[in-house]
């Protein structure tokens, strides 16, 4: 399995085609978990397992290195087992370039799962991250791997509800962020604006954010696709690039895009069905037959969603206005031309007067 994604991850440079969707959306004038499964995690007689956890240690421990120092370097290499979200670091590298990223800001991240995204972007761009994540097993080996990478003074990480957590003044929460980015997590949150504005909330005014998220780009969903969706994805809400603007409008953000990731997200996720089923041998040898026919599975039903044109992947961008800005506007709507109260401003020194 090491090397079938190590093959997907080489790959992913070939596939990162996207196209802009403009939408003419740009510069435009509460109580469910934030944070949940990430893609295909199962449960056991004890709750929650995630069975990544449990992968990576031994993936790591095949390699002689299950205690003591490793490099980010390491952890890449297992490819979706540190990287959750689609496209692997190289998804990274373009966030970092987007938003900008360098040693003098912070960084929120909803849905840190294991903690790669937070690691690698710290670890390339120098910025400060703070993870979020709901599955307390995902945040204590977060923690574990980033002390050992020696980035804890870099990465921290806080387990529960984001929107929760926000809320209850949480103390790494309680300063606001330059960026706030989510990777391939919201779609399993069943009250998406109730996280979108406690994530505006969570920047700094001009604070920017990088989002991406399954929608919906065909008519509507079949039947199967739905039920497979909600019952083998765990998706709670796969909506229309509208209808995600118009939410995220609502909770405050400005000068949004959306750029459609379906073309790669599709031919990603068959490479990876394709490559994990043909490592069959291999990943049992490592991880047992139980877990392959899990994931094998579980990949087909993500192949067949993309492959059949209604599901899609979506990157959107934006930011929080600043305080400025939204001074400006404000001003702008009490004292328009569409204003009815008269008032009268002195003309000259004579007394003349003049009535708007």
Request: glycine share 8%.
């Amino acid at each position: 399995m090491l090397r079938c994604f190590s093959q997907l991850a080489a790959q992913q440079s070939r596939l990162a085609s996207t196209r802009s969707i403009g939408l003419g959306l740009t510069q435009v004038q509460r109580s469910c978990s934030s944070t949940t499964k990430a893609e295909g995690d199962t449960m056991n007689n004890t709750g929650m397992y995630n069975w990544r956890v449990a992968a990576v240690q031994n993936a790591l421990a095949k390699r002689g290195k299950a205690t003591g120092p490793i490099t980010v370097d390491d952890l890449i290499s297992l490819g979706h087992l540190d990287q959750y979200h689609y496209m692997g670091t190289e998804a990274c590298d373009e966030l970092i370039d987007i938003l900008g990223l360098d040693s003098s800001v912070s960084v929120l991240d909803i849905g840190s799962g294991i903690g790669g995204p937070a690691r690698y972007l710290s670890m390339k761009s120098g910025c400060r991250t703070v993870g979020v994540e709901l599955q307390s097993d995902r945040n204590e080996a977060a923690s574990d791997l980033t002390e050992r990478v020696g980035l804890s003074d870099k990465v921290q990480y806080v387990t529960g509800d984001f929107v929760e957590r926000f809320h209850a003044q949480d103390p790494q929460l309680r300063t606001q962020f330059d960026h706030a980015v989510s990777l391939l997590v919201i779609l399993h949150v069943p009250n998406r604006p109730a996280l979108l504005q406690a994530l505006h909330d969570s920047l700094k005014p001009g604070g920017t954010f990088l989002i991406e998220d399954f929608a919906l780009v065909g008519k509507e969903f079949t039947t199967t696709e739905s039920s497979n969706l909600k019952n083998v994805v765990s998706a709670n809400t796969v909506t229309s690039f509208e209808v995600y603007v118009a939410e995220l409008e609502a909770a405050g953000f400005v000068d949004i895009e959306m750029v459609d990731l379906s073309d790669p997200w599709t031919r990603w996720t068959k490479a990876r069905h394709e490559m994990y089923r043909d490592s069959k041998e291999e990943t049992i040898q490592m991880h047992g037959e139980k877990l392959f026919d899990s994931r094998v599975a579980f990949y087909e039903v993500i192949d067949s969603l993309f492959a059949g044109g209604n599901l899609g992947g979506v990157r959107i961008t934006g930011r929080k206005m600043s305080t400025q800005e939204a001074r400006l506007r404000a001003g702008r709507k009490a004292h328009g031309s569409t204003t009815k109260t008269k008032k009268t401003a002195v003309l000259n020194e004579m007394g003349s007067t003049v009535s708007k």
